[in-house]
């Protein structure tokens, strides 16, 4: 990752940690539940991770957890007795570190690092959720247009996609209250508090001032608190794909487990928490993650716990937070990629999907996967928020049997407001490229 990854690495791994929920030892008892979470503070043993791993020890069950029905958050009263908290962290790559493993990578043998932290008891204190992200999430895949897309929950075995259509409505009728408490976080105490180390502050990114394209790092546990000597705190790259107020989209690979994992800047700064590793739409897997802004979450969880009475705490979380602007929650485009972005479209063919790039105010490139031959029609979506969709039909599309995957569409009326690219008459190799979420790719100059 080299040196340009350096501060999100050190703050990625000081921070990161898994958090384990279980019941009451008695037969046939499910559990555990395990997820990531995030240390905000290691001094004052702050906690925060997906609520989904505290969903099925609600005394209400998981219908407390659905939009109106109580308030955006629910305190530790909420839940069961016999529900019992763990946090395991590791150790870090604080000041004492050898100098050969500060802010690098495994290189050297993993014998050399220091094993993970056993796991410490801890309390809940809160359930949270952001309201804007649900009122989001809500409007994005809340009507019928959702109906082809499934969400993996926060547990540990995520229900895997439909094998036939007829058999769809069955196999998601009961996706179980880990689902239900998308969008909702654990705040939680680590009894005796973590230890007090060194180490880079935490501090966290205002989403909306992130530009669309931005990097980002993940650092989270696959599978949870499953073999936490291989999987805790790892690794994974990407960019800011797109966002919908505090609701963020990331490219950056997070499996099941992740829940509540945190996301970096290359600075260093927490700019978001993992809500939804990943999804489907129509039966197909989509290699894209849901992320809750954090500063948008911090601040929902400090006006919790003001009005549960823990000022301190309020304010410890407020400390986190970067100064309100009131700039508007929509992250800019890259500079040098502003052409791309808005020249991609979204081509939709039946329940075939994919990207296209506008060559022509009549003229789009896609692949021929996404828009076959033999379709009759074909509806092309424009990136810009005031074009609307515009119906084309296939004028040529490669043989099956072709090493190249390519279809052009010929659209019945213009393209309005889309910068179209110049084409690239030369390049070569190591030059950047940008692909938006699958399809053509331009190049870093915008051609």
């Not at 925060?48 to 998981?62: S, T």
């Not at 993996?152 to 196999?171: H, K, T, V």
């Not at 909306?208 to 696959?222: D, I, M, R, V």
Request: with cysteine; hydrophobic share 45%.
């Amino acid at each position: 990752m080299g040196r340009r990854w350096g501060p999100a690495l050190a703050v990625g791994e000081q921070a990161g940690c898994v958090v384990i929920a279980r019941g009451a030892e008695r037969p046939g008892a499910k559990g555990p539940w395990s997820c990531s979470g995030v240390l905000l503070s290691r001094r004052a043993g702050l906690v925060l991770c997906h609520g989904g791993i505290v969903a099925p020890f609600l005394r209400a069950g998981a219908s407390a957890l659905q939009p109106g029905a109580g308030p955006p958050f629910l305190g530790a009263d909420g839940c069961r007795d016999d529900l019992r908290l763990h946090v395991q962290w590791g150790p870090g790559r604080g000041p004492r570190a050898p100098a050969g493993l500060r802010g690098t990578l495994c290189t050297p043998p993993c014998s050399a690092q220091p094993a993970p932290r056993g796991p410490a008891r801890a309390r809940l204190l809160l359930l949270v959720s952001c309201p804007a992200f649900r009122a989001s999430f809500e409007r994005l895949f809340g009507g019928e247009a959702a109906e082809q897309w499934r969400f993996a929950s926060g547990g540990p075995e995520p229900p895997a996609p439909p094998q036939e259509p007829e058999a769809e409505a069955g196999a998601w009728a009961d996706e179980g209250p880990l689902l239900a408490a998308l969008g909702w976080f654990a705040l939680l105490s680590v009894e005796g508090r973590a230890e007090a180390a060194g180490g880079p502050r935490l501090s966290v990114a205002a989403a909306a001032s992130l530009p669309k394209g931005a990097p980002l790092l993940a650092c989270g546990s696959p599978f949870g608190a499953f073999c936490p000597d291989i999987f805790l705190n790892s690794l994974s790259r990407g960019v800011l794909s797109n966002a919908a107020g505090p609701l963020l989209l990331t490219d950056a690979r997070c499996l099941p487990g992740t829940e509540g994992a945190g996301v970096f800047s290359a600075d260093g700064e927490l700019v978001a928490l993992v809500a939804a590793p990943l999804c489907w739409r129509a039966r197909e897997w989509v290699g894209l993650s849901l992320l809750c802004a954090a500063d948008a979450l911090l601040r929902a969880a400090a006006h919790a716990l003001g009005r549960l009475g823990r000022p301190a705490d309020a304010r410890l979380l407020a400390a986190l937070l970067p100064p309100e602007d009131g700039e508007a929650a929509i992250p800019i485009p890259l500079p040098e990629h502003g052409a791309a972005w808005v020249a991609a479209v979204l081509v939709e063919c039946g329940s075939v999907w994919g990207s296209g790039v506008a060559l022509a105010p009549r003229l789009v490139l896609t692949c021929r996967h996404v828009a076959p031959r033999e379709a009759k029609r074909v509806l092309v979506r424009p990136a810009t928020p005031k074009s609307s969709p515009v119906w084309g039909k296939v004028v040529f599309a490669t043989q099956d049997t072709s090493p190249y995957d390519v279809a052009v569409v010929k659209l019945e009326e213009n393209l309005s407001g889309v910068p179209f690219p110049v084409l690239a008459s030369h390049f070569h190799e190591g030059l950047r490229a940008l692909g938006d979420l699958g399809d053509p790719v331009c190049c870093g100059g915008g051609e």
